[in-house]
C-alpha cells in the first residue's frame, strides 16, 4: 500500500510503499477513504510532541470501509463505514480509565502518533475503539468530526452548559465545527481571529458567529465562557479578561505556545482555566450522535495523499479555510 511517513521530526513526510498491515485479534483493517489533516499532525511532524513511534503513519481523522476483520471482531462488518479516531488504545486499569476519564489514561496509545494512522491506503485499528459513521454525508466530509469535531465537542461540554456568550479564539476546523453545534444549542458565538485575518473572520460569520474580530481587539460584550483553538500562549490572558466571573477559559490544543506572566487580577473572581486532553469513546458517541441533527456541515479542501506535505504547509501558514482532508 501506498503511505506518507514520518521517519524523523522537522523533516518532511516521504511517500513509501508498505506490506498492507495484518488485523490481529480484536482490530479491523479499515480501506482509508479519506484522512483530515489535524493541528496535532502539525505538532507531530514538527517535533512538538516528543513521543512519537517512528517511523509513524500520521493521521487521526480516518473515515474507510472494513476491509479485514480480525479473530473475535463481533460488532462490525466487511465493507461497514467507520470512523477512527486519535483515542486508539488505553490500558483498562489505571485509576483514569477505572474513573472514567480514559482520556487520560496512564498508558494511552494515540493513532498517528504511537499507533500508525491514516496517511495510507490501508490501517488497521482496535475495532473497540472505532465508529460506526452510517448516513450519507460524503466521507471527505465527515472526517474532520474524527478529531476537530470530537475535541471541540468536548471543549464547548466543559465551557459549561449555560455558558451563553462564548468566545472563540482560533477560527479553523475545530471551531468551524464548534460554533454549528453552538448555534444549534442557542448560544452567540464571538470569534476571535489573528489580527487583520478578514477571510477567517469573515469564514466565522457564514458559520454562525454573531461577531467576528480581531483577537488583539477587547470582547464586544462579556464573555460567559471561552475556547482558545489557536496555539498561542498570549491567548489565555486575552480570554481571560474577556469572561465574566466565574466564567470559563478552555485550552483546547495539545499543544501552545508559552503562556506570559499575567495578574491575578484577571483570574480572580472564580473565573477557571482549564485544558481539554484528548477524547473518551463517551465523547465520540455523543458527538456522532449530536451532530447529524445539527446537522454539522464542514468546510473541507482535497488533497491527494502523495501531497500531504502540501496539506500540511496550508496549516501551518493558515492558507486554509476548514479542514484539509487527503485522500488516498
Ligand atoms: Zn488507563
Ligand atoms: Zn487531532
Request: with cysteine; hydrophobic share 40%.
Amino acid at each position: 500500500m501506498k503511505a506518507m511517513i514520518l521517519e524523523r521530526p522537522g523533516e518532511a513526510l516521504r511517500a513509501a510503499e508498505l506490506p498492507d498491515p495484518r488485523p490481529g485479534p480484536g482490530q479491523l483493517q479499515v480501506a482509508v477513504s479519506a484522512c483530515g489533516v489535524c493541528r496535532t499532525d502539525l505538532h507531530v511532524v514538527d517535533g512538538d510532541l516528543t513521543e512519537p513511534k517512528l517511523p509513524i503513519v500520521p493521521g487521526h481523522e480516518i473515515v474507510g470501509r472494513v476491509s479485514a476483520l480480525g479473530d473475535g471482531v463481533e460488532n462490525f462488518d466487511l465493507g461497514q463505514r467507520v470512523g477512527i479516531p486519535w483515542l486508539g488504545h488505553t490500558c483498562g486499569h489505571c485509576r483514569y480509565c477505572a474513573s472514567g476519564d480514559e482520556n487520560l489514561c496512564d498508558e494511552p496509545g494515540f493513532t498517528g502518533y504511537q499507533i500508525d494512522g491514516g496517511y495510507a491506503e490501508k490501517t488497521v485499528a482496535d475495532a473497540a475503539y472505532c465508529f460506526p459513521l452510517p448516513g450519507d454525508q460524503s466521507d471527505a466530509e465527515l472526517a474532520p468530526l474524527l478529531c476537530a469535531g470530537l475535541i471541540g465537542y468536548r471543549s464547548l461540554v466543559m465551557a459549561g452548559e449555560s455558558s451563553k456568550k462564548l468566545g472563540i479564539y482560533g477560527f479553523g476546523a475545530a471551531a468551524h465545527i464548534v460554533a454549528q453545534v453552538a448555534t444549534y444549542q442557542g448560544r452567540e458565538i464571538y470569534a476571535f481571529t489573528s489580527p487583520g485575518d478578514t477571510t477567517a473572520q469573515q469564514f466565522a460569520r457564514d458559520m454562525g458567529a454573531v461577531w467576528a474580530g480581531d483577537s488583539s481587539a477587547a470582547s464586544p460584550v462579556e464573555l460567559d465562557a471561552a475556547i482558545i483553538f489557536a496555539p498561542v500562549g498570549p491567548l489565555v490572558p486575552a480570554a481571560l479578561r474577556a469572561v465574566r466571573k466565574g466564567g470559563i477559559v478552555v485550552c483546547g490544543g495539545i499543544h501552545m505556545s508559552d503562556i506570559p506572566a499575567f495578574p491575578y487580577g484577571i483570574l480572580w473572581g472564580e473565573r477557571v482555566l482549564r485544558s481539554v486532553a484528548n477524547l473518551t469513546r463517551q465523547d465520540a458517541i455523543d458527538f456522532l450522535e449530536l451532530a447529524p441533527k445539527v446537522p454539522v456541515k464542514t468546510e473541507i479542501q482535497e488533497f491527494p495523499l502523495a501531497e500531504a506535505n502540501q496539506a500540511l504547509t496550508a496549516l501551518r501558514s493558515g492558507n486554509l479555510s476548514g479542514a484539509a482532508v487527503l485522500i488516498p
